[in-house]
């Protein structure tokens, strides 16, 4: 084998890592894709912030975001805004979860709204990113007939959420009266 197949070889196994397949095409284990999008992770916040681990104002990349945050007195307001901003989505987003309503998205804007201030929130969305990665990539390649019962049981779960949502919170006086009609016949939700 010559030094340049070595090194073509080298570069599929690269562009592989992390992906759901291994280097013969078959499906990889949960734990080994999980460990590789982990690792990416990690690799992209030593790149991007290097040994310290600091989120530094004179690298920001926006313009007027740098001014402020170099700003002695803007700075401090600024990171308190962002805080005070992200807490009250994550505050609002909550009790959205078993309600009806994009719950989840409010949390993590939030707390991406956090992870550009604040080291420890930038931890956190990389690992939820390494998290939905895996479980992306893992599940893409499972067989048609693994996949089907993910599908159900989400569709369950959703469902679930769904009618607990309206059994706290009533049917809303928009729902079209067929569709109020059916949704009476469940248990809980009768006039």
């Known amino acids: 084998m010559t030094s340049m197949e070595a090194t073509r070889g080298e570069q599929q196994e690269e ?56 700003n002695p007195v803007l700075g401090p307001v600024y990171r308190i805004g962002v805080f005070v901003a992200g807490l009250a989505l994550i505050i609002v987003g909550i009790p959205m979860v078993p309600l009806v309503g994009p719950g989840w ?22 690992f939820v990113k390494a998290e939905v990665k895996s479980f992306e990539q893992w599940a893409r390649h499972l067989p048609l007939a693994a996949k089907i019962p993910l599908v159900m049981v989400s569709v369950a779960i959703g469902w679930l959420c769904f009618y607990l949502a309206l059994l706290v919170t009533g049917l809303p006086g928009w729902t079209p009266d067929v569709v109020e009609e059916y949704l009476r016949m469940l248990p809980g939700l009768a006039a």
């Open 15 to 70: 562009e592989r890592r992390g992906l759901g397949l291994d280097a013969q095409g078959h499906r990889r284990p949960y734990r080994a894709i999980r460990r590789d999008q982990h690792e990416l992770v990690r690799e992209e916040l030593l790149e991007r912030f290097g040994e310290n681990q600091t989120i530094d104002p004179e690298e920001d990349t926006i313009r007027w975001r740098r001014a402020v945050r170099l």
């Open 105 to 126: 998205v409010v949390i993590f804007v939030g707390l991406f709204l956090w992870s550009t201030e604040y080291m420890w929130a930038r931890r956190v969305t990389q």
